[in-house]
């Protein structure tokens, strides 16, 4: 007998990213290549690690409290913050989630009314759209303009256009996830006008603000004019600090925000391990030293596959750690490439749920987990595999 599904689960779509992974790490034989999980080879700050170690023997770390994450960990996001966007913050500001995409769900419950529409970039990562959706909320996409060997641009025009009564949240990332794609000076610009004028609230994943190439600048917009009560920070030790499997975030907001999380956090989740949270202030306190040797590396993998798939039609990346190329002008989805992939022990994600106008035509290569030696002749298998 079918059982009855909640209404809230009709659009969530699978991530892909799953599946991919849990094929390649089954597989006999050679290693796959890992091109399909937003992992990462490199450790994290061997301090962290250390403090991680020593937190477990201790009393006070083996606790739920503070509910709102520890003093030391939101003292040292808030200001973090305050320092990349120029409006001041202090712990009161801060509360602690278990992982950046916990913090991302927080935000949009307490900001999201059912049947409100949520402004995001398209692509965007499926995980976030599940969120929008299990919050009560309906995305609504504002396509990047892909161009063939070039780099993924907001389309400003759409994003004024998609403005509509039901709209009251803005959810961005810059660099985005999937595509790289940086949001510049002037889009902040025209995306802050916006939300001033017809008051909306911006809830910005910043879990890869600072891997940025080609020498860009972060913009934090909460900075700009009107922006500072308008916008939600949510943070991630995952991708900048890669300890991902310690699943710690932040949210830094106004302090009228401020009862709303704080509730929500209480509701859904509450903190991290406690051994984990000394461990990410360590890290964040010192990644504006100790990041740039990270940023490096990842820029050098980024331009290794854009020279093996160059003449390909792939977006170039201003940062992130992943990009993508377009199948369709193969005649075939992404889906279709990545399973031809497989059979030459190669594991990348199709982005089928991952947009409109940019989705199941493209296939994402991420070059986080593998060396460059290991993403040299990468090239040469993807054409083999399009028949290109």
């Not at 504006?288 to 020279?307: G, K």
């Amino acid at each position: 007998m079918p059982r009855h599904r909640p209404a809230r689960l009709e659009h969530i779509a699978g991530i892909g990213v799953d599946r991919m992974g849990a094929i390649a790490d089954d597989a006999d034989g050679p290693p796959f290549l890992r091109l399909e999980n937003l992992d990462v080879d490199i450790p994290p700050d061997p301090e962290a690690i250390a403090r991680t170690v020593r937190a477990a023997s201790e009393d006070a770390d083996n606790s739920y409290l503070p509910f709102v994450g520890q003093s030391r960990l939101r003292e040292v996001a808030a200001r973090h913050v305050s320092a990349l966007s120029g409006v001041t913050y202090s712990a009161r500001n801060c509360v602690i989630s278990a992982g950046g995409l916990s913090g991302i769900l927080n935000a949009l419950l307490a900001t999201v009314e059912v049947g409100d529409e949520v402004l995001v970039t398209d692509p965007t990562y499926a995980g976030l759209l599940n969120r929008i959706r299990l919050a009560g909320g309906t995305p609504k996409y504002v396509p990047f303009v892909f161009t063939p060997g070039g780099e993924w641009k907001l389309d400003r025009a759409a994003l004024q256009a998609a403005i509509g009564p039901r709209v009251r949240v803005i959810l961005l990332m810059s660099p985005s996830m999937p595509t790289g794609g940086y949001l510049g000076e002037d889009d902040w610009r025209a995306i802050a006008a916006l939300c001033v004028q017809h008051d909306l609230t911006l809830i910005l994943d910043t879990a890869m603000e600072r891997l940025l190439f080609d020498g860009r600048r972060v913009i934090h917009p909460a900075g700009l004019p009107g922006m500072a009560e308008r916008t939600i920070t949510v943070g991630s030790s995952a991708k900048e600090l890669r300890m991902i499997g310690w699943r710690v975030g932040w949210t830094v907001a106004p302090e009228v925000y401020m009862p709303d999380l704080v509730a929500v956090s209480l509701a859904n989740v509450v903190v991290p391990v406690g051994i984990a949270q000394d461990a990410v202030a360590t890290a964040l306190e010192q990644s504006a030293h100790t990041l740039a040797p990270f940023v490096s590396e990842l820029e050098r993998r980024r331009d290794t596959v854009l020279d093996e798939l160059k003449g390909l039609p792939v977006g170039v990346p201003a940062g992130g750690w992943s990009l993508l190329l377009r199948t369709s002008d193969f005649g075939i989805d992404g889906q279709t490439l990545s399973q031809r992939l497989l059979k030459a022990r190669v594991c990348a994600t199709a982005m089928q749920g991952w947009g409109q106008t940019h989705g199941a035509q493209y296939l994402r290569f991420v070059f986080s987990n593998e060396p460059v030696e290991r993403l040299r002749g990468l090239g040469d298998t993807v054409r083999a595999a399009l028949g290109a």
